[in-house]
């Protein structure tokens, strides 16, 4: 099959890959681009464990098609930490023991920075309600609302 | 909350960050799917569209003639397989029934049983490949029900299976009763005859899921050597090896298993599917190749949970429970070893019952082979039972919660088996429940109700292996060889440090594959905090006598004179001999080379371990929908290494349990065909389908451990089901026998729609 050429904004900096019409956005992150931090649980949008961001947005790469985001820019969990400095909500989740097995933290911490970015002061039930797209099987969901919670208070008193 | 009877510890029961941390939450932690290798080409299984038929032909040329195509292979492809049964772990496997599974021979037994396997190079040109197989099947009648097919004129899965009972065969026709258990112990119709009181119901669930998020996956290098390696995500690295070596015929050393990081398992990563179809594959091109399923066929062939039907009759006499008979039939799906037996040990064990008869019966059904999930065979039967105890309290007006602790097992108390149990904590976990803020508070309104249960499970041991590397700058290198689920590497590492006196920080832990460390069985029956944290444990004291004896030829003295404390070495009849564990560490080479500790053993004494759980939840009577306001777990951890794991765990398996209840089950066609393989249609909870798990940890220090460790990762799935249940049956005035309580049921109940 006859390879597209696509040019992103990948994680800060300027990438350009070839792709087949066919191959999703998860598939090319993962196999061509070798960014294995997008997990994939279900591929077909159910669980979030490939949560990432397409200009700001939070959608399941699994869901897009790689030829569609040319001229995009996009954050994948790998694009979430500066450097060894983490983010608020990776320390948060380390902290709070927030992750078990750790398959689907990736989608969530990339699902939850989302949230914040827009709405910094969400509380428990709009965390649960936006997190809904994203499964965990090990948790229960307590440990990982109380992270983002609590990274949502350090981000904000980080800005004040 | 923690409510303790145990000894302060100084790392013990602390919260640090788990050494994995940073790896899992940065996205570079490498999981099943995630190992990329030179020359790699991927694999994919041709499924079968049947839930019964017989295999006719396969011609599998167009696939082979297709641009890409590497190898295609067949049941033909395996070897031989032996009829041994083998332990692995959590449950034995016949081996030709696991090869048989591995890839259809004569017949395929389930929709989705694997039939035959391509090798391409890239996964769109494997999936093509396998739609150009052409498989002449000849459709037989399918049998989806357990006790359908328990009848004598039920569609058979093998004309090779008859019932056992005690070892002998007790059937004289062909059956799809693999086998039939018995307990019993006192005088069960006397007990019956006597009562004050008598619940008698039949209950029923379906199969369900573990749900791990991460599918499975399996990538291997057949060598021109003979020697295989593979690269999965598994409970037990040894167990795929022990496995591997019996369906492809090799000798254990030449299989090489690397442990992955794993994306979940809960018992449903202890079998293998994929890994000898991807050894096979690279043998024929000469490739390593990989294997990753997709959700649905995760659904539809790998290992759900039986759903069983079970039948009680339970008596009260002068506020005891006098008598319990039960007939337990559970679904093995297409191979025998369904989890009844274990399902039939831990249901009374709450409780002290003179009086009782268990009938069990493992059936084949054309279902997906069954695996462990989560103390398998356990919640299923204390849905049952646990709704039975509720009836019977309401009969004779006692709190349920005290009716449980008035009727509660203690130590010397005999499980069905006859098994005395040892210090356990069952009551303190029913008084912690019956004394929480949860339990006090009212629960008011229409529609709202409140629910207890309780459970139990034994606990595993089983083998574990360490070694402990001690470096010369004091820091230690602990080698280990289970995998580590939810936080092992931390609790492991944390129960060395606390025998050695030294830092957490200190100790790197790392989980080494099959060619690196002895034996381990899986991670899997709540085992390995506590099993290979006795071997650690021992490890850590053999680190310690080995630092003594160095101290004591660096100071001419006896090595008994030497005491070792905190991680500092001293000689008390000499107040200037002292010395840190690190600083003699810096000495090891003048003192006699490295100082590694190991331990190698067969863990006993894992301690029993109970939970009881109060949920409050409120019933819309014209959606069904049943929210779940109030939820709090009680569990006795013996001693909880890591109280935030603990409470994870708890929190974790009561939400699997809630889904359970209220949502989860396969919803399987006439046809056999599963209907909702994909987690849209298979609705496990989202974080806003439950409230805050509340939980308390008990701590009734295991006598088997050096630090009192009990396994906690069963024990919270077992109470929600019967929990969820004797809450809605409080808020409506009626009694649920059938898992999912969905909407639909209880529309249907309330409106009288039946």
Redesign the interface.
């Known amino acids: 099959m006859r390879k597209t050429q696509v040019q992103v904004r990948l994680n800060g900096v300027d990438t350009e890959f070839l792709c087949e019409p066919r191959q999703s956005l998860l598939e090319v992150l993962r196999d061509e681009l070798g960014l294995i931090g997008t997990k994939e649980g279900c591929n077909n949008g159910n669980c979030g464990a490939c949560s990432v961001l397409l200009n700001g947005r939070l959608v399941n790469a699994c869901c897009v098609l790689a030829v569609e985001t040319d001229g995009a820019d996009l954050v994948t969990i790998e694009g979430i930490a500066c450097g060894d400095r983490l983010h608020p909500l990776q320390q948060a989740f380390l902290e709070e023991a927030a992750l078990q097995c750790g398959i689907c933290t990736p989608g969530f911490i990339v699902a939850a920075k989302a949230l914040l970015d827009r709405e910094p002061d969400a509380d428990e039930h709009r965390i649960r309600f936006w997190l809904a797209g994203n499964l965990c099987r090990c948790t229960g969901y307590d440990k990982i609302v109380k992270a983002v919670q609590k990274a949502a208070v350090e981000m904000q008193e980080a800005k004040s | 909350m923690t409510i303790t009877e145990r000894p302060a510890y100084k790392v013990i029961g602390t919260?640090p960050?788990?050494p994995?941390?940073?790896e899992?939450?940065?996205?570079?932690?490498?999981?099943g799917?995630?190992i990329?290798l030179p020359g790699l080409v991927f694999g994919k299984v041709l499924r079968s569209p049947h839930a019964h038929a017989r295999i006719i032909s396969i011609d599998t040329n167009a696939a082979e003639a297709m641009p890409g195509v590497l190898g295609v292979i067949t049941a033909k492809d395996l070897p031989a397989a032996s009829d041994e049964v083998q332990e692995l772990g959590e449950a034995a496997f016949n081996m030709r029934e696991l090869s048989d599974n591995i890839l259809a021979a004569e017949k395929v037994l389930y929709r989705g049983h694997a039939v035959a396997a391509v090798a391409a190079v890239n996964v769109?040109i494997a999936e093509e490949a396998v739609r150009r197989i052409r498989v002449e099947y000849e459709p037989l009648p399918a049998v989806l029900d357990v006790r359908d097919a328990m009848q004598s004129d039920a569609p058979l899965l093998s004309e090779r299976r008859f019932t056992r009972s005690m070892g002998k065969v007790v059937s004289e026709k062909p059956s799809n009763v693999a086998s039939h258990l018995q307990f019993q112990g006192g005088d069960v119709e006397k007990a019956l005859a006597e009562a004050d009181a008598i619940v008698e119901r039949e209950f029923t669930t379906k199969m369900v899921h573990?749900?791990?998020?991460?599918?499975q996956t399996a990538t291997a290098n057949w060598n021109a050597d003979g020697n295989i390696t593979v690269w999965t995500s598994t409970q037990g690295a040894f167990a795929v090896r022990g496995q591997m070596a019996e369906v492809l015929r090799r000798p254990l050393s030449t299989i090489r298993v690397i442990p992955m990081?794993?994306?979940?398992?809960?018992g449903g990563k202890t079998p293998i599917y994929l890994d000898p179809l991807a050894a096979i594959l690279s043998r024929k091109c000469g490739r390593p190749v990989k294997f990753?399923m997709?959700?649905a066929e995760v659904f539809e062939a790998t290992g759900p949970t039986s759903g069983p039907s079970i039948r009680v009759k339970m008596a009260a006499k002068d506020g005891r429970i006098s008598a319990v008979q039960m007939d337990m039939a559970y679904e093995a799906g297409a191979y025998s070893g369904s989890s009844v037996g274990a399902g039939a040990m831990t249901m009374l064990a709450p409780y002290e019952v003179e009086n009782f008869r268990i009938d069990g019966y493992d059936v084949v059904v054309n279902k997906p082979k069954t695996a462990a999930y989560r103390a398998p065979g356990s919640p299923a039967a204390a849905f049952a039972i646990e709704q039975a105890v509720d009836e019977l309290a309401r009969a004779i007006h006692a709190d349920p919660l005290e009716f449980r602790l008035k009727n509660s097992a203690r130590e010397g108390t005999r499980l069905v088996n006859g098994m005395p149990l040892a210090r356990v904590g069952h009551e303190e976990c029913v008084e912690a429940a019956l004394g929480s803020a949860h339990y006090r508070s009212p629960i008011e309104g229409p529609w709202r109700g409140r629910g207890v249960a309780s459970g139990y499970w034994f606990n595993g041991g089983m083998q574990s292996s360490v070694v402990a590397a001690v470096n010369p700058d004091g820091s230690i290198n602990l080698i280990e060889g289970s995998t580590d689920?939810?936080?092992t590497r931390a609790s492991l590492s944390m129960q060395l440090a606390e025998t050695l006196g030294v830092p957490f920080d200190s100790i790197r832990p790392f989980v080494a594959d099959t060619d690196s460390i002895g034996h381990n069985d899986v991670t899997g029956g709540s085992r390995t905090t506590f099993a290979s944290g006795l071997a650690v444990y021992q490890a850590g004291m053999d680190i310690r006598d080995q630092m003594r004896a160095r101290a004591a030829k660096l100071w001419n003295c006896t090595q008994d004179e030497v005491v070792y404390e905190d991680g500092v070495l001293r000689c008390p009849s000499d107040s200037t001999r002292e010395m840190t564990f690190k600083e003699l560490a810096h000495q090891s080479a003048r003192t006699g080379g490295p100082i590694a500790g190991k331990a190698s053993l067969v863990a006993r004494g894992a301690g029993g371990a109970y939970g009881t759980h109060i949920a409050d939840v409120e019933v819309d009577p014209e959606t069904g929908k049943v929210t779940v306001l109030r939820y709090t777990v009680v569990q006795d951890a013996g001693t909880a290494i890591?109280p935030?794991?603990v409470?994870?765990?708890m929190?974790?398996?009561?939400?699997?349990g809630i889904g359970w209840a209220l949502n989860e089950e396969y919803y399987y066609e006439e046809d056999g065909r599963l209907a909702n393989a994909?987690?849209?249609d298979y609705r496990?909870?989202?974080?806003?389908?439950?409230p805050?798990?509340e939980t308390i940890i008990v701590e009734v220090p295991n006598p088997g451990h050096p630090y009192g460790v009990r396994g906690v990762g069963e024990v919270p799935i077992i109470p929600p089901l019967a929990a969820i249940a004797n809450a809605i049956a409080d808020a409506t005035g009626q009694r649920f026998t059938d898992l999912p309580i969905s909407p639909r049921r209880i529309v249907e109940r309330l409106h009288k729609l039946e």
Not at chain 2, 24 to 31: H, S
Not at chain 2, 210 to 215: K, S, T, V
Not at chain 2, 261 to 266: D, N
């Open positions: 919260r960050i788990r994995d941390g940073v899992k939450v940065t996205g570079k932690a490498q999981f799917a995630d990329r769109h573990q749900g791990y998020i991460e599918p990081e794993i994306g979940g398992g809960f990753a997709t959700r689920i939810g936080g890591h935030a794991y409470e994870g765990q929190q974790g398996g009561a939400v699997q994909s987690f849209l496990m909870p989202t974080a806003l389908d439950v805050n798990i």
